[in-house]
């Protein structure tokens, strides 16, 4: 939040966060325009087979929800390559 030097905090700008023990957790989410798709929770470590893994189950049903299935390009680091 910014402020102006000596001028107080507005409460209506400031909302509580909850701080947890220090776990994460990490997920696969796919997002565009058109929506966003599931959150993929990962197990584990990940590694490419596990990443490849994901991407073949979840990226097509993804693209059918939003309603693009064969009308996309799917990009990692700037890189278009097939997948699945």
Known sequence: ???KLNKAVKKQCVLPTVK??????????SFLWH???KL???EGKMDSNYY???????L???SVQ?????????????????IC
């Open 35 to 37: 929506g966003v798709g």
């Open 66 to 82: 939003m309603g693009i299935e064969d009308n996309y390009i799917f990009q990692q680091d700037n890189e278009n390559k097939e």
């Open 52 to 58: 490849t893994m994901i991407l073949c189950e979840n």
């Open 1 to 3: 939040m910014w402020r």
């Open 40 to 42: 993929i929770p990962i």
């Open 60 to 62: 097509e049903p993804a």
């Open 20 to 29: 947890h023990g220090g776990n994460s957790i990490m997920v696969w989410g």
